[in-house]
């Protein structure tokens, strides 16, 4: 991380600057010393809060995932080595399942990415109305998941009555067509189905941040380049793009990790009819109480399957 | 100062393993210790999923704060609460919402955890919308206005802030 170092910089001009003969010295370095455990001390609790729910939860994961553990006979527990983990992987589902979760993530993101990389070096620009159309771009990250999800589903996807097969009649109807092609997106191609709804809510995330990067560049250089003539494009390559590697990477990064953990999207769209039918649909989440038995019968399968699908 | 650096680093790559391999345990926790369909189970949940994220951007924010303004308080005499409170808050004061509007959005969007761990009780919004599909899923009017109604605070929330936006999720690559 670029700025991780910067601490290091900070703190021995700090102590350089002060003059610092015999005594005074002494006590500028004891409170130098408390200065940086002031420092330290307030990241402690969130630290040892992080563990405890968020990696605790892993490691008992991964203990469970080596027992023999049926809920319907719970008195009947045991060590089970790698059975489980056999079981996973010998479930094809499991590794369709897998395979989706990569190709979903892979395309989300790139796609995104390139995306928001066009539409962050158009607004960029200074237009009338900037901030309305960067308003306007934001709004699907602003959106919650589940009910574009729903929105796409219902109102474009929909093969009767949704917005782009109604498009599709009429465009046909405008060429004098009675039989407008009206494919099922759902059914027909329910992977693409999701990767889009999920790249137009990822890449505004993916616009903002490299609108940031592009923000924080220096502008004289590239005066100088546009002065001396240089081509739009060859600017793009030499100057921003080596400036923006860094939000290129940073983008891609946490988009990755939202997009791997995708649930909404892929629950509301096709209800994991991909054989991305992961663990929690399963689940009858509305009855907590009597969820105890599925939870746990499921639990061979879980531990194994969870960290690697999302 | 270096390993300090890692720690931060381990912070975020707490977000990498995704909280849904601890499901299990957490939701056998939560049933033996009565916690299941109560909102502070999410509570609890949501902070340490938004945490590392969190500490990210504020420590991009804080960054921005010159040294100078800080030394010179310590100069004058300030303790370290003063320095933080009356110096350090109200420079970093955008920084601050803009981390907790990000915290906000993606605790308020959240549906996984919440459709596993609460039920009638605490069930947050998301999960009140998948209800309301299945059982009003052909009025698709109502469920638009109801996935209106729920998406309106945060892009009220976005709208107002979204230039603390741009900023925020740049997390440490702006200095």
């Known amino acids: ?310 | 100062m270096r390993k300090w650096s890692d720690v931060l680093f381990f912070f975020l790559s707490t977000k990498m393993l995704p909280l849904v391999a601890g499901l299990l345990p957490i939701y056998l926790v939560a049933q033996n210790s009565g916690m299941l369909d109560s909102i502070w189970l999410l509570v609890i949940l949501y902070t340490s999923m938004n945490l590392p994220i969190a500490v990210w951007m504020m420590r991009s924010f804080l960054a921005e704060v010159p040294a100078e303004i800080m030394e010179a308080a310590q100069i004058d005499g300030a303790g370290l609460g003063t320095t933080l409170m009356r110096i350090v808050a109200p420079v970093a004061m955008p920084g601050i919402a803009a981390t907790a509007l990000i915290s906000f959005i993606f605790s308020w969007n959240e549906l996984l955890f919440a459709r596993v761990l609460t039920g009638i009780v605490a069930g947050t919004t998301p999960v009140f919308l998948t209800g309301f599909v299945t059982s009003q899923g052909l009025f698709l009017a109502k469920v638009c206005a109801a996935a209106v109604v729920i998406s309106l605070p945060v892009l009220i929330a976005g709208f107002a802030a979204q230039d603390k936006l741009v900023q925020g999720l740049s997390l440490g690559a702006v200095k």
């Open chain 1, 1 to 310: 991380m670029p700025t991780a170092t910067e601490p290091t910089r900070r703190s021995p001009r700090a102590r350089d600057t002060v003059p610092a003969p015999g005594r005074r010295a002494a006590r500028t370095r004891r409170r130098q010393r408390a200065m940086d455990w002031a420092r330290r001390a307030p990241l402690l609790p969130a630290l040892v809060f992080l563990i405890i729910v968020t990696q605790l939860p892993f490691v008992a994961t991964v203990v469970i995932s080596f027992l023999h553990w049926n809920a319907l006979a719970p008195e009947n527990r045991g060590f089970a080595a790698f059975d489980n983990y056999k079981a996973v992987f010998t479930d094809p589902a499991m590794r369709a399942s897998m395979g989706t979760t990569v190709v979903l993530t892979v395309t989300v993101v790139l796609v995104s990415l390139l995306l928001g990389l066009v539409l962050a070096l158009l607004l960029d620009r200074s237009f009338r109305g900037r901030g309305i159309v960067r308003t306007l771009l934001i709004t699907p990250f602003l959106v919650v998941p589940v009910a574009s999800a729903l929105l796409w589903k219902h109102a474009l996807y929909n093969a009767s009555y949704g917005l782009i097969n109604g498009s599709l009649t009429w465009i046909w109807g405008l060429f004098g067509s009675d039989s407008p092609p009206q494919p099922d997106w759902m059914t027909d191609s329910p992977l693409a189905a999701v990767e889009v709804s999920l790249i137009w809510q990822w890449t505004p995330f993916m616009m903002l941040i490299l609108l940031a990067g592009l923000q924080s560049r220096a502008t004289d250089a590239i005066e100088a380049a546009r002065m001396d003539g240089a081509p739009a494009f060859d600017i793009f390559r030499y100057l921003t793009l080596p400036h923006l590697r860094r939000y290129l990477e940073l983008a891609a990064l946490l988009g990755t990790v939202y997009v791997v953990q995708n649930f909404d999207a892929v629950f509301t769209i096709t209800s994991g009819g991909l054989g991305t039918a992961n663990l929690p649909p399963t689940r009858p989440a509305s009855a907590p109480r009597s969820a105890c038995t599925a939870t746990a019968s499921s639990s061979a399968r879980a531990p194994a399957s969870a960290p690697g699908r999302r």
